[in-house]
Nanobody
Framework: QVQLVESGGGLVQVGGSLRLSCAASGFTFSNYVMYWYRQAPGKERELVAG????????NYADSVKGRFTISRDNAKNTVDLQMNSLKPEDTAVYYC????????????WGKGTLVTVSS
């Protein structure tokens, strides 16, 4: 059974930090590109960051460059998102997602974890 389980969300003040973690199971983690997406109230889901391999170059949305860092551990089947200098506009439900390297679309999604940044 495939599972992506996010954790680490919560309430944080402007300028603070949070670290999200996603634990994957039920598929060969190393064969998948891992992503973090987010969806703010009333807005569409957007890509935050993605990482192909543990040593690969991640990609980030312009809105989070320099503040967020994505990393993965293929031995532990986890992908993390370190979020620093948080802003109110970072408030959203954050989702972990996995896409097989050879495929065009996302294969698996987590249920999300809520991040609220208060001013």
């Amino acid at each position: 059974q495939v599972q992506l389980v996010e954790s680490g969300g919560g309430l944080v003040q402007v300028g603070g930090s949070l670290r999200l973690s996603c634990a994957a199971s039920g598929f060969t983690f190393s064969n998948y590109v891992m992503y973090w997406y987010r969806q703010a109230p009333g807005k569409e889901r957007e890509l935050v960051a993605g990482i192909i391999s543990a040593g690969g170059t991640p990609n980030y949305a312009d809105s989070v460059k320099g503040r967020f860092t994505i990393s993965r551990d293929n031995a532990k089947n986890t992908v993390d998102l370190q979020m620093n200098s948080l802003k109110p506009e970072d408030t959203a439900v954050y989702y972990c997602a996995a896409k097989w390297r050879g495929g065009p679309a996302m294969n698996y999604w987590g249920k999300g974890t809520l991040v609220t940044v208060s001013s």
